[in-house]
Antibody
Framework: QGQLVQSGAEVRKPGASVKVSCKASGYTFTNYHIHWVRQAPGQGLEWMGIINPSGGSTIYAQKFQGRVIMTTETSTTTVYMEVNSLRSEDAAVYFC???????????????WGQGTMVTVS | QSALTQPASVSESPGQSITIPCTGTNSDVGSYNFVSWYQQHPGEAPKLLIYDVSYRPSGVSDRFSGSKSGNTASLTISELQSEDEADYYCSSYINTTHVIFGGGTKLTVL
């Protein structure tokens, strides 16, 4: 059980920033890590990083270090992912996904948000 | 690090079985039993099929099975059905903190 609902599509100019939200419901928010995964048009899945909603600790893929910020807001059971200095190659569908296991990582993603399309143009 | 290696496409007839390989290295697939498989239909979010190499989440058909040998993990789909036509992705734990995906395999059920 559980659900992740993401914010709607966004259009940004190159160099701008975008912040995507992911609201969790139906489970204990602070017990499960949230991952962010993106998918460029016609391309495969790319792991961006992980946040622990209990405390807010993060790990980012090397490619996104310094340009992506993941945060959590326990009061609203929402996780945010911000990408700065957008470039054309950041145009993609961004997914949040819940880690399968409670209280520790398993790096299997059992609940996914519906995806948020970000256009950079 | 480069993505895990999967064939770009595979095809098979309904009712048959097919195996999709996912090849990594000693730094990922070969070192950890944290390999997962996902199914993605066009326009949808991925769906978890297999985790920890060979375990199925509740609700996933037992026609899907996973295994691993050395640096290569595999997803086998038996008794193929038309609804199995989709993209399939493997993923693995890497470097103790990160996750890496395969490039994806498009399955066509002829």
């Amino acid at each position: 059980q559980g659900q992740l609902v993401q914010s709607g599509a966004e259009v940004r100019k190159p160099g701008a920033s975008v912040k995507v939200s992911c609201k969790a419901s139906g489970y204990t928010f602070t017990n499960y890590h949230i991952h962010w995964v993106r998918q460029a048009p016609g391309q495969g899945l790319e792991w961006m990083g992980i946040i622990n909603p209990s405390g807010g600790s993060t790990i980012y893929a090397q490619k996104f270090q310094g340009r992506v910020i993941m945060t959590t807001e326990t009061s609203t059971t929402t996780v945010y992912m911000e990408v700065n200095s957008l470039r054309s190659e950041d145009a993609a569908v961004y997914f949040c996904a819940r880690d399968l296991r409670s209280l520790r990582r398993s790096d299997a993603f059992d609940i996914w948000g519906q995806g948020t399309m970000v256009t950079v143009s | 690090q480069s993505a895990l290696t999967q064939p770009a496409s595979v095809s098979e007839s309904p009712g048959q079985s097919i195996t999709i390989p996912c090849t990594g290295t000693n730094s990922d697939v070969g070192s950890y039993n944290f390999v997962s498989w996902y199914q993605q239909h066009p326009g949808e979010a991925p769906k978890l099929l297999i985790y920890d190499v060979s375990y199925r989440p509740s609700g996933v058909s037992d026609r899907f099975s996973g295994s691993k040998s050395g640096n290569t993990a595999s997803l086998t789909i038996s008794e193929l059905q038309s609804e199995d036509e989709a993209d399939y992705y493997c993923s693995s734990y890497i470097n103790t903190t990160h996750v890496i995906f395969g490039g994806g395999t498009k399955l066509t059920v002829l």
